[in-house]
């Protein structure tokens, strides 16, 4: 059949404390952006933040995108930031699967909410 390990062995030690550091680091880079976007401080740039054709446009577009989203995409870290501490005090193959697919989920649902409501807040200042 499976010969592979079960879902109850222990995660081996170098696994787990590479999947813990790689989710709180995402965590971390992502809490930050959050925190510059929703303070403004956020320069508008091709590589990080919510990017669409209304907010890379418009300066007025990026910071009303921002700051509307940037909070959203502070609460999106925790997910990540908390996985990976979980995976580092217990780590066991069924968990270690779960707390990926949690974490990512999580950071998943709330930076495509944030993005949302980032593009409507630039939409609404490109209206006007």
């Given at each position: 059949?499976?010969?592979?390990?079960?879902?109850?062995?222990?995660?081996?030690?170098?696994?787990?404390?590479?999947?813990?550091i790689?989710?709180?680091?995402?965590?971390?880079?992502?809490?930050?952006?959050?925190?510059?976007?929703?303070?403004?401080?956020?320069?508008?740039?091709?590589?990080?933040?919510?990017?669409?054709?209304?907010?890379?446009?418009?300066?007025?577009?990026?910071?009303?995108?921002?700051?509307?989203?940037?909070?959203?995409?502070?609460?999106?870290?925790?997910?990540?930031?908390?996985?990976?501490?979980?995976?580092?005090?217990?780590?066991?193959?069924a968990?270690?699967?779960?707390?990926?697919?949690?974490?990512?989920?999580?950071?998943?649902?709330?930076?495509?909410v944030?993005?949302?409501?980032?593009?409507?807040?630039?939409?609404?200042?490109?209206?006007?």
């Amino acid at each position: 059949m499976f010969d592979g390990a079960a879902a109850s062995d222990p995660m081996p030690t170098g696994m787990a404390v590479f999947l813990g550091i790689l989710l709180i680091v995402v965590g971390l880079l992502l809490a930050d952006v959050g925190r510059r976007s929703h303070s403004g401080t956020l320069a508008r740039n091709w590589w990080i933040g919510i990017r669409t054709n209304a907010t890379l446009a418009w300066d007025d577009a990026w910071e009303a995108a921002h700051r509307a989203g940037g909070m959203l995409l502070t609460i999106a870290a925790i997910g990540p930031i908390v996985g990976g501490l979980i995976v580092f005090f217990q780590p066991s193959n069924a968990v270690g699967a779960s707390v990926m697919i949690i974490a990512l989920g999580w950071l998943l649902v709330f930076v495509i909410v944030a993005g949302i409501k980032g593009q409507r807040a630039a939409n609404a200042i490109d209206s006007t």
